[in-house]
């Protein structure tokens, strides 16, 4: 597992990763640039979440390098991914149900995270400001005292996304970050992804085309775990085998 | 206005509710204050002084039960090994009195004087090394709480990081009283075996057997269990008690939000370890005695329904299911002695049934809202749930206790 070093904030390299046989990601190698904002398509199945479960350290690799910032992350544990800067938002939204709006982002907020930093951790004003900074951003600003079980199913994606927000990652990996929205909520969600992806790399995985368009620079299309095109959105969507396999129906 | 409290918009954001510099929010202070009340004030003064003792031997086990408020109830990580600890502690206590009981002229007509007696009917004739140092009350004390929060160390160590939770650690840890009783009641001359550590009788010259000194050790008991209440109570408000129960619902989520999850669990652990070990050496003094029963099987399971009944997520609710389960029990063994372990187990499943929340939850959805109409407060919205069990106990008449 030795990955070359490069100028990329993210290089992964021929990264395979197979359940009892199956290559869910079969030899995949793609480069993310600082501040860099690239989506993931590819039919159902393609191995997309596969390989953010990888980066972020939920699934281990079967062979192959991810390196952030030239810093082998394969071998670290979930916490250190995140605290070395990567912040993952997963599918269907993950929250702390029992805990307030505000309490899920307080425990997002980068500080006191060893044992005994949480029992002496204080809500300061600089505590305080940045959660309403942050709630304000995600739309949940006047939600803040209220238990997350309880949001609307837009409003939770949400409070995700501030959640990885106030740990203000340099690599932020959004995994369909629309789904199950209505349509006056993908408007907001567009435009709040269009705001913080200003200052820091991301990758998004999204079905909705639309969507991809509005925010794509550059495409990476994933079929059966390897990569079947990358480039700009104009070209991949010509691609023959990109319609056939994934844009065609 | 609609008077049910509307659990999906709640209340205005009270500042009190973002308040978490103090350690109690009004509600806890009254509940903290009954208790404190009850077990300093109204029982030292209704009850007998055997009657007394018996209620000082329930708040032992009352420890065991505040531990498990926060390990089980907060951060959802089930253990039914705490007799090990509770055990623990009060052998190490235990260890010490037996030595003091057994000097050269107490024990002169045995084949090897100043031994334990135990030792003795097994053919021992040296005190073994394990035991020496439990000649100095220092470090027996340190041992009452060090000695159990290692061992709950190594096994939270050897399986948080391996990442074993849920249903296969509370198998682990029973399996760890199975043995622990095992190896007690086989190693009988260094243990004592089945009978325990009995016949004890001073603390460095003070007779703990007399009505004077159990009356004292009642309120070093109260005081210290006072003390764990205050510590949890802490741990709640930290930080790191929103951590626990983000851990319960979501352990995977919270190592992406950058915790080394184990260690969290590991700590946790430990400190229900020590409040139970702690418990376990007041039981040694109060009633004079240790041995295995405590340790086993059973009783870890018993110890996990005071909680339950209790309300698993309610500090006070603890103290409370303690004190009811084990009156209960009492006037039901005594008349009935075979009929325990069923009503037990009935107790047990109506409470994970009807329940959940145990006297915590039947005190906030029914005493509650009456008692704030009464006061002319605004009824407190449901949104509470298991999370903030803030709470007061439904309470047991002190009398019905005195029974
Ligand atoms: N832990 C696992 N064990 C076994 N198989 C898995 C595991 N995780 C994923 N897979 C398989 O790997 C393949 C890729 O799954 P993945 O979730 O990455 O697809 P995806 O591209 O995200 O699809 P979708 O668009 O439906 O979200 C699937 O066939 C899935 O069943
Ligand atoms: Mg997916």
Redesign the interface.
Known sequence: MTGSNTDFLLAVEALTVSFDGFKAVDDLSFYVDEREIRVIIGPNGAGKTTVLDLI?G?TRATSGSIKFRNRELTKL???EI??AGV??K?QTP??????TV??NL???Y?R????FG??????DAAVRERVEEIAETIFLADQ????AE?LSHGQKQWLEIG?LLI?DPDLLMLDEPVAGMSVSERVKTAELLHRIIRDRSVIVIEHDMKFVEDIARKVTVLHQGRILAEGPMSDVKANPKVVEVYLGH | MPSAPA????????PA??D??TLFDTKEWLAFALVAAVILVVFPLCLDAFRLNLVGKYLTYAYVALGLVLCWGFGGILSLGQGVFFGLGGYCIAMFLKLEASSAANTKIQSTPGIPDFMDWNQITALPWMWQPFHSLPFALLAVVLVPVLVAFVIGAAMFKRRVGGVYFAIITQAVAAIATILIVGQQGYTGGINGITDLRTLHGWDIRQDGAKEMLYFVNAGLLIGCILLAQ??KR???G??L??M???E??????????A??KI?VFCLAAAFAAVGGAMFTLQVGFMSPSFVGIVPSIEMVIYAAVGGRTSIFGAIWGTLLVNYAKTSLSESFPQLWLFGLGALYIGVVMLFPDGLAGLWNSHAQPTLDRLLGRRPTPA?Q???SGATQPATLPPQTAAE
């Open positions: 972020c939920k544990r979930e916490n995140v605290q912040g993952r997963f993950s929250i702390y149900d029992d805990l505000f309490e307080e425990i997002s980068p006191g995270r060893t044992v949480a029992l002496t951790f204080r809500r803040l005292e209220r238990r309880f959640m740990q | 659990p999906a918009t709640g209340p205005a954001a009270s509710a973002r978490e510099s802490f741990v930290s930080k790191f929103r951590i129960v983000a319960r619902g979501k995977d989520r919270v190592r992406f939000s950058g915790y080394n999850v260690n969290f700590f949104v749930g298991p999370a």
